[in-house]
C-alpha cells in the first residue's frame, strides 16, 4: 500500500485545511487508516483514525471536536477537516494504514505498518 498526503499549507489561527491522503497499490489490504502528525523537537503522535469498513473514527482529545476524519471508498482516499486550527496544530501530518485483517482503531505508531510521506501544516498566531 502506497499512501501519498497532501493539502498542507500555512494558515492563520482558527482557520481550516483540509489534508488529503490517497492510498494506491494493495488498498483491498488495509481497513484502518490513521493521521499521526510531529511536531519540531516532539515525539510522533496520534491525531485520528477510522475504520474504512464501518466508518468508525477516533480522535486525539486535543482535537476532538475541531478535527475530522472521513473517507471516500470510491477514490481510495481519506480526509482531515481540520477546523479551529490554533498555533500548536502547527506540525508535519503523516496518514498510516494499518495492515490487512486489523480492525482496531489504534493510536500507537507500532500500529501502523503502511505511512505515507509527511505535509507541513502552519498555523500563524
Known amino acids: 500500500v502506497q499512501l501519498q498526503a497532501s493539502g498542507g499549507g500555512l494558515v492563520q489561527a482558527g482557520g481550516s485545511l483540509r489534508l488529503s491522503c490517497a492510498a494506491s497499490g494493495r488498498t483491498f489490504s488495509t481497513n484502518v487508516m490513521g493521521w499521526f502528525r510531529q511536531a519540531p523537537e516532539k515525539e510522533r503522535e496520534f491525531v485520528a483514525a477510522?475504520?474504512?469498513?464501518?466508518?468508525?473514527?477516533s480522535y486525539a482529545g486535543s482535537v476532538k471536536g475541531r478535527f475530522t476524519v472521513s473517507r471516500d471508498d470510491t477514490e481510495n482516499t481519506v480526509y482531515l477537516q481540520m477546523n479551529s486550527l490554533k498555533p500548536e496544530d502547527t506540525a508535519v501530518y503523516y496518514c498510516?494504514?494499518?495492515?490487512?485483517?486489523?480492525?482496531?482503531?489504534?493510536?500507537?505508531?507500532?500500529?501502523?505498518?503502511?505511512w505515507g510521506q509527511g505535509t507541513q501544516v502552519t498555523v500563524s498566531s
Open positions: 477510522i475504520s474504512l469498513s464501518v466508518g468508525s473514527t
Open positions: 498510516a494504514a494499518r495492515g490487512r485483517m486489523m480492525t482496531v482503531l489504534r493510536h500507537d505508531l507500532s500500529g501502523y505498518t503502511y
